[in-house]
């Protein structure tokens, strides 16, 4: 096989042809022999020398189902406009960590706006999602906490996990009673859910994890990424709509989904806001976020704030397709929210399907390992509120048109479900019903 880091190779491709070429130190087996095994197991075995993620080129009328800009307001002229005065202005603002930053400074105006959004006491906005969870979970875990999380739950808190060199002990999906016994076996720590799952879009049942903590001692995180701007009075989140925000010890979410920005944050008490600050290494080590951003997000929270017709479209929309697409056949792994998932199961057959419908102009997200378990491959529809009537009725049409193309009922999903429903019938009939013989 060819070794894709030999030291005399040249750069490939355009570059090669304006007669540039490079060179870089020779990488040892133990790099070249992982870069190599995905080209010849993924790329070449198992997708036939293409990409799973890469496949045709969206037209103009294509739709995209791919964004997680769930209210559709990433354009909205109040924030862009806000974004480009601060720019202008401000340019770039101090280049350094946010330990650094006190007094009325904008960031710290927009941690305690948001935190009071939330019906929290205090807050701290992260350089992503991914810090926040990595960054919280290392500052309240260490070797001695076992650390209690959903087997679907996000890869950044499980890589926060091993940041704090905790003990990760994994529970079965949305599965309350289990996470109790792991906890009778295990002991005191600390719990992790989404509280809207980003692969298939269940929803965490919250009240019935919050009475286990409680009952238990842990300390209770939920992941809001999926939740915050889209659930709740005003966009606040499942938590304050369940008004469990007195019982929720941490929250956090990626400011990249529905404030349709870059950023991150979490929920806490006012005097964890400094410990965190001088204790997370991705808080400490990282610069602060930039004045046009922290302007941007300012602006976006009014927009959310006022924008429960948006809203209520999101959820009328993910609530259609949901019922049309589970009248087609589809399996919807339990989703409840804005998120659709096509469980197509292999890598091969995801391919399939991908293609089928972006031939047809649908345009989704490609799910797979390590994002998925290797044989759990789907795409991922994320609806939106801009979505008409017209084009939520193609995407039924086109979904019932593909469904022998991409062989539905071969998929392993859809044997689930028909193995679902079969012992929900059971459940349904009386004692020695089914071995009734006919008089």
Same mark, same amino acid.
């Given at each position: 096989m060819k070794n894709v880091f030999d030291p005399r190779t040249q750069v490939q491709g355009q570059k090669k042809e304006q007669g540039q070429a490079y060179q870089h130190a020779a990488l040892p087996d133990f790099v070249t022999s992982r870069v190599e095994r995905y080209f010849h197991e993924r790329v070449q075995q198992t997708w036939g020398g293409g990409h799973i993620m890469r496949g045709r080129l969206p037209g103009a009328d294509a739709l995209h189902l791919s964004s997680n800009d769930y209210l559709a307001i990433a354009r909205h002229p109040d924030i862009i406009g806000r974004m480009a005065d601060t720019l202008y202005a401000d340019g770039s603002g101090l280049l350094?960590?946010?330990?650094?930053?006190?007094?009325?400074?904008?960031?710290?105006?927009?941690?305690?706006?948001?935190?009071?959004?939330?019906?929290?006491?205090?807050?701290?906005?992260?350089?992503?999602?991914?810090? =926040?969870?990595?960054?919280?979970? !290392?500052?309240?875990?260490?070797? %001695?906490?076992? *650390?209690? /999380? $959903?087997?679907?739950?996000?890869?950044?808190?499980?890589?926060?996990?091993?940041?704090?060199?905790?003990?990760?002990?994994?529970?079965?999906?949305?599965? =309350?009673?289990?996470?109790?016994? !792991?906890?009778?076996?295990?002991? %005191?720590?600390? *719990?992790? /859910? $989404?509280?809207?799952?980003?692969?298939?879009?269940?929803?965490?049942?919250?009240?019935?994890?919050?009475?286990?903590?409680?009952?238990?001692?842990?300390?209770?995180?939920?992941?809001?990424s999926h939740s915050l701007g889209t659930h709740g009075p005003r966009g606040a989140g499942l938590v304050v709509d369940l008004g469990l925000e007195s019982r929720?010890?941490?929250?956090?979410?990626?400011?990249?989904?529905?404030?349709?920005?870059?950023?991150?944050?979490?929920?806490?008490?006012?005097d964890f806001q400094e410990y965190f600050k001088f204790e997370s290494n991705p808080a400490i080590f990282s610069s602060t976020l930039l004045p046009h951003e922290i302007s941007g997000l300012d602006a976006t929270l009014s927009v959310i704030e006022a924008s429960d017709e948006r809203r209520t479209r999101l959820t009328s929309n993910a609530a259609w397709l949901r019922d049309r697409l589970t009248e087609l056949g589809y399996n919807l792994n339990g989703s409840e929210s804005q998120?659709?998932?096509?469980?197509?199961?292999?890598?091969?057959?995801?391919?399939?399907?991908?293609?089928?419908?972006?031939?047809?102009?649908?345009?989704?997200?490609?799910?797979?390992?390590?994002?998925?378990?290797?044989?759990?491959?789907?795409?991922?529809?994320?609806?939106?509120?801009?979505?008409?009537?017209?084009?939520?009725?193609?995407?039924?049409?086109?979904?019932?048109?593909?469904?022998?193309?991409?062989e539905l009922d071969k998929w392993s999903s859809t044997r689930r479900l028909g193995d679902e429903l079969s012992q929900r019938r059971r459940n349904r009939e009386p004692h020695g019903a089914s071995n009734a013989v006919a008089a």
């Open positions: 350094m960590s946010a330990i650094f930053l006190h007094g009325e400074c904008p960031l710290l105006q927009f941690e305690s706006r948001l935190a009071r959004y939330m019906g929290a006491e205090s807050g701290v906005l992260c350089q992503s999602g991914y810090a =926040a969870n990595t960054g919280l979970i !290392q500052s309240i875990a260490s070797a %001695q906490t076992p *650390v209690y /999380v $959903d087997m679907m739950a996000h890869m950044s808190l499980w890589e926060g996990v091993r940041s704090a060199g905790a003990a990760p002990v994994a529970f079965r999906h949305n599965d =309350a009673a289990h996470l109790e016994q !792991q906890i009778a076996r295990h002991g %005191q720590g600390v *719990v992790l /859910v $989404d509280s809207v799952y980003s692969t298939n879009g269940s929803v965490c049942p919250l009240v019935e994890f919050a009475d286990v903590c409680e009952r238990q001692g842990c300390v209770f995180v939920v992941d809001e929720v010890a941490f929250r956090t979410a990626s400011l990249a989904k529905a404030f349709a920005g870059r950023a991150g944050f979490i929920t806490c008490p006012a998120i659709i998932a096509l469980e197509a199961g292999t890598e091969q057959r995801t391919i399939v399907l991908r293609d089928a419908l972006e031939s047809r102009g649908i345009f989704g997200s490609v799910f797979c390992a390590p994002a998925t378990a290797r044989n759990r491959a789907l795409i991922r529809l994320s609806t939106h509120a801009a979505l008409t009537d017209a084009q939520v009725e193609k995407i039924v049409t086109v979904c019932r048109d593909i469904r022998a193309e991409v």
